[in-house]
């Protein structure tokens, strides 16, 4: 049978050169800047202005692609700092909605994607639209929230 995805993204489902496992666990990533890091999992703040306040948390353990490749015990810690983020995010940026998402369709990795809802939205109702190359906001402005939330979850 034939596939459409790439040999590249085949590897990287075993673990072997994933971009998420390879890149250690930087304050700057590919997704933006960390304000949260645990034993099992970082979240980003993304540098979107599309997406404002949304964020990505990355599961740091051995590499996993699904929740269900996770034990029982790790899936409750890397859930628990989901929902920890997700306090922080609902207290600071104070969205009217919610949208959590757990894909890899890019990178085969588990993390998840936690989007941001405002009364003002392009796209109210419907699911947020894919911009491929997305606005990015002010590098002051990200680094002030990404302060914020940081000191929001130590607390």
């Known amino acids: 049978m034939d596939s459409d995805w790439t040999t590249e993204w085949l590897g990287w489902k075993t673990g072997a050169s994933c971009p998420l496992c390879e890149e250690g666990r930087p304050t700057t990533g590919r997704f933006g800047h960390r304000f949260y890091s645990s034993g099992c999992a970082d979240a980003y703040l993304l540098n979107r202005e599309s997406w404002y306040g949304s964020s990505i948390v990355v599961w740091r353990g051995s590499h996993a692609v699904e929740l ?20 922080a995010l609902t207290k600071y940026f104070s969205p009217l909605k919610l949208n959590l998402s757990v894909f890899g369709n890019t990178i ?11 009364l003002k939205d392009s796209a109210a109702g419907e699911a947020t639209p894919w911009l491929p190359n997305p606005t990015r906001q002010s590098e002051e402005r990200l680094l002030a929230d990404v302060d914020a939330l940081g000191s929001m979850i130590e607390t």
């Not at 269900?68 to 306090?87: F, G, I, P, Q, S």
């Open 68 to 87: 269900t490749d996770l034990t029982e015990a790790d899936a409750l810690r890397y859930w628990h700092d989901v929902m920890t983020v997700t306090k």
């Open 108 to 118: 085969p990795h588990l993390h998840t994607t936690i989007t941001l809802r405002f």
